[in-house]
């Protein structure tokens, strides 16, 4: 087995909750996947709020929905 080693400061430390000095590869890609979901998330928040998408309702996504697979199924 190998060993890698990385730098963080502490407030990356703390900010993900890590607790310990080690991780496995496993925890390392856990944690690392967290982060880049939850600014995934925030990004997609912002973007839906930017162009008004924030406000659909359920009708109104299921509308798009099935216009859009309309067109895909016609184009096909």
Partial sequence: ???LSIAISDLEFNKFGIKT???SFSDF???VSKEIIRQNLSKSIELAEKYGLSKLTMEDI???VKAVRKNAKNNS
């Fill in 62 to 64: 299921t509308k798009e």
């Fill in 29 to 31: 890609v856990d944690i």
């Fill in 1 to 3: 087995m190998r060993t």
């Fill in 21 to 23: 000095d080690k991780l």
